[in-house]
């Protein structure tokens, strides 16, 4: 079904598959599934990125002066949402150190399976950079689609997601909510469970990253 969607990524490369399908294990214990996470986060970083504007410089290297390429704008701001999405935060710093970082607290009431809001700290001037919201699981939706809000709230414009698993529906109602907003990600599962759960999904990110389950 994600294919319906011209803004959606679904990353097609055996070492993501590979990762993923060792984190979904249940016998992969808590420091190699942050590990991984934060490995899948690199990956996925790095299509997210293809966009970005080069400019040309000139350097020196050891042999002639030359022409290179180094990043135009460097004003990139990746956002977590607490807490499974602090597993990615290293992986995409890895590739774009510069970046500063938000935070959005949001947890999900397990019986109306919506949102509750209880942080938020972005960058000033977060209007003006570009966004990478980062959480692993991409289930009802409910939980990124309110972080997005809460960002445009504050004049963030410019607003990319990168999830590793999403569910068809979370898909669905992000792109109801947030058509603007294009989304990368690693595999996209077959369905919800009657506990908002994706399957065949991983469990609960945050219990598995903090090891608190
Ligand atoms: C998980 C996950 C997402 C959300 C996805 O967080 O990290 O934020 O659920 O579900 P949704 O798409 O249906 O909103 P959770 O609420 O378990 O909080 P936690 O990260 O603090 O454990
Ligand atoms: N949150 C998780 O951590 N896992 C799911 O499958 C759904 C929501």
Not at 49 to 66: A, G, Y
Not at 95 to 120: F, S
Not at 194 to 206: E, K, S, W
Request: hydrophobic residues 40%.
């Amino acid at each position: 079904m994600e294919q319906q969607y011209e803004n959606v990524v679904v990353m097609d490369h055996p070492l993501i598959r590979h990762k993923i399908g060792y984190i979904r294990r249940t016998s992969t214990g808590t420091r190699d599934f942050r590990d991984t996470i934060s490995e899948i986060a690199m990956l996925i970083c790095y299509e997210a990125t293809r966009h970005l504007e080069l400019k040309e410089i000139e350097i020196e290297t050891p042999i002639c002066k030359t022409r290179a390429y180094e990043l135009k704008g460097r004003k990139l701001c990746i956002v977590p949402i607490l807490r499974a999405g602090l597993g990615m935060v290293d992986g995409m710093l890895a590739l774009i150190p510069a970046a500063k970082v938000g935070h959005i607290g949001l947890y999900r009431d397990p019986e109306t399976l919506e949102p509750v809001e209880y942080y938020c700290k972005i960058p000033p001037d977060s209007d003006q950079r570009e966004i990478f919201v980062v959480d692993p699981m991409l289930a009802t939706g409910g939980s990124v689609s309110a972080a997005i809000t809460m960002l445009k709230e504050r004049g963030c414009k410019n607003i990319h997601l990168l999830c590793i698993i999403a569910a068809p529906e979370g898909i669905r109602r992000m792109h109801e909510a947030h058509p603007d907003v294009d989304i990368y990600i690693g595999e996209v599962d077959e369905k919800l469970n009657d506990h908002g759960y994706i399957v065949p999904g991983l469990g609960d990110a945050g219990d598995r990253i903090f090891g608190t389950k």
